[in-house]
């Protein structure tokens, strides 16, 4: 086993939700320590702990920090709680499990950059984490530390909770912002980025639910503490939210760098008696899919991802199994991000539109042999055209899962069926 | 013709309040609104919004139409949501789902002849590591099978 329980030491224990169980392990107990520093040693400290975003981007959080403007001017801290990407559960259960640890993380980065107000915009099916969040959020002013003059401090921070309304786009961290403002969730071109010009085009930072909870730890205890977990790049540890085809799914917080091969096998008990590991999408769905012989080479830092032609993004490991068709998982797939394109820029709602008519096409028996290459083609076509990166979330797995698992596809257009499961998609789902 | 009742209409007014930009105000209001009309959003539900709000019906419009939780039909008291998204397929939910429409006799998104329920699939709503599951109006029911989730449902009256 290597867990390493830096956030969720204490998830197991159902008090910790609540102010005196949070405060019983030393929650809390980092406030007056942050408040009593520099802001600019905490930046300097988040800095040097090498906290990268763990919403997907894995920016490294300090330097976001930096790019805030250095005069007075009012600043919002926002964060992102929308939690959409396929496979993704982590934000969900600690907010559940500890929403104080998310508005201590959230009150000393405030304090750091110099915001007064902040929000945490959470996606609207988590109607019972919202639930845990503003009854912390009471707790939290009703003991004085939100609200005016935190702990006599005389630093003044609000927080509130946004609930969203289902849209994939909302996580990104402009389209956040658009639908803060009460817009369609669309995201705006960049520059300015939000350090400079965000919601209602104040300087704005935002940053995922675990970053905002790491921040505690690195101050209370000092980045080089941090960084005794992971490795010299990515440095920490990392809650990896397992899925699919293993024994015991479930979030897992282990150091970056950690074997993935190690993850599924022992902390996931392994594959379902009888079936062998196939492939896994190591970051999320919008990461490239990985062979079982490329998943015994992967280690769960953003280096080695990035060395294997895919990304950590959220750090939702979804695992696959022999069972399973590639032409049917890559059209749930297309189907997702042709739902989720916010329709902005023409390469990706075109795109996304066509990539999931063409594998429903062949998925349905009606598939041509060029139509593999032209999914080829329309996604090449998708990458760093658009505002955003939902284009290239959309490409990305289409190519990996057509370039890898390409006679699973040209198998599927000869004959109209699937070659794992040897059905067609009509016998397979209906 | 849609109205609010007397403690949605202050429930509007707190949000409008709430955040420093008023049109922040739409999503929870529209929230508000669809409660009070069954379920759904219809033209009558948003002339009344941007009545009360001050804001234009186009602009609550465009909000209504770009986000999923907002129904634009009516659906049944239980709207019956299950996750077919990848982690959710790969164990079985399209087949969850199927196996649910079959037993209530109805197809997706339409609202049983009772009146009880509505199914829908959906993207993923972030229980990937307890799949398959299905969302009940504000619930999630977690690590299901085709019966569970059916017994579950047989037991909503």
């Known amino acids: 086993m290597a867990e390493v329980k830096i956030l969720t030491e204490f998830y197991h224990l159902p008090e910790y939700q609540t102010l005196a169980g949070y405060q019983a392990k030393g929650g809390y107990e980092t406030v007056p320590k942050a408040l009593k520093m520099q802001a600019q040693q905490i930046i300097d400290e988040v800095k040097a702990s090498g906290l990268r975003g763990r919403g997907g981007a894995g920016f490294p959080t300090g330097m976001k920090w930096g790019f805030l403007p250095k005069n007075g001017e009012p600043r919002y801290l926002l964060c992102n709680a929308d939690e959409g990407e396929p496979g993704t559960f982590k934000d969900r259960m600690m907010m559940e499990r500890a929403p104080h640890q998310l508005i201590e993380g959230m009150i000393i980065s405030a304090f750091a950059i110099g915001s007064h107000k902040g929000y945490i915009y959470v996606r609207g099916e988590y109607v019972y984490p919202i639930e845990c969040l503003n009854k912390a959020i009471q707790e939290a002013y009703a003991a004085g530390l939100l609200g005016k003059n935190i702990l006599g401090s005389g630093f003044d921070f609000d927080l509130d909770v946004y609930r969203g309304a289902g849209a994939y786009i909302c996580g990104e961290e402009t389209g956040m912002i658009s639908s803060l403002e009460g817009l369609k969730g669309q995201p705006k071109l960049k520059p300015p980025f939000p350090a400079v010009q965000g919601y209602l085009r104040k300087p704005t930072i935002v940053n995922n639910v675990e970053t905002l909870a790491a921040v505690t730890y690195i101050i209370r205890d000092g980045a080089q503490a941090y960084r005794k977990n992971g490795t010299e790049k990515s440095s920490g540890t990392k809650l990896f939210s397992v899925s699919g085809n293993v024994v015991k799914p479930g979030n897992y917080e282990v150091p970056l760098g950690y074997p993935l091969m190690n993850l599924i096998m022992n902390e996931c008990g392994g594959m379902k008696p009888g079936r062998k590991l196939k492939a896994v999408i190591p970051g999320g769905s919008s990461a490239p899919v990985l062979t079982a012989e490329e998943v015994a080479k992967a280690n769960m830092d953003y280096e080695s991802l990035a060395g294997l032609g895919t990304m950590l993004g959220s750090g939702a490991v979804i695992v696959i199994d022999d069972s399973q068709c590639m032409v049917d998982m890559l059209g749930v797939l297309t189907h997702f991000y042709a739902h989720e394109s916010c329709g902005q820029c023409t390469p990706c709602r075109e795109g996304t539109g066509w990539l999931n008519k063409i594998l429903h096409a062949i998925l349905e028996g009606r598939g041509r042999l060029q139509d593999i290459e032209l999914l080829i083609k329309v996604a090449d076509n998708m990458k760093g055209k658009t505002i955003c990166a939902l284009s290239d979330a959309a490409a990305l797995p289409v190519l990996s899962f057509v370039n890898k698992f390409r006679e699973e596809f040209e198998f599927y257009v000869r004959e109209g069926r699937s070659k794992v499961k040897g059905t067609t998609y009509a016998e397979m789902h209906h | ?157």
């Open chain 2, 1 to 157: 013709m849609f109205k609010l009742s007397e403690q949605g209409l202050a429930e509007v007014k707190k949000e409008l309040a709430r955040y420093e930009a008023k049109e922040s105000a739409i999503i929870p209001s529209l929230y508000i609104a669809q409660k009070e009309n069954s379920g759904f959003v219809n033209p009558s539900v948003i002339h009344h919004l941007s009545q009360v709000m001050d804001i234009p019906e186009a602009r609550i419009n465009e909000v209504f139409k770009f986000y999923t939780m907002f129904n634009q039909k009516p659906v049944g008291k239980y709207h019956v949501q299950v996750c077919t998204n990848i982690s959710c397929a790969l164990e079985g939910s399209r087949e969850m789902a199927g196996y649910i429409c079959h037993e209530l006799g109805v197809k997706y998104d339409e609202v049983t002849a009772d009146g009880r329920f509505t199914v829908s699939k959906v993207e993923c709503l972030g229980s990937c590591g307890t799949a398959p599951m299905m969302q009940v109006n504000d619930y999630y029911h977690e690590k299901l099978t085709p019966e569970s989730a059916m017994n579950l449902l047989r037991g909503m009256k």
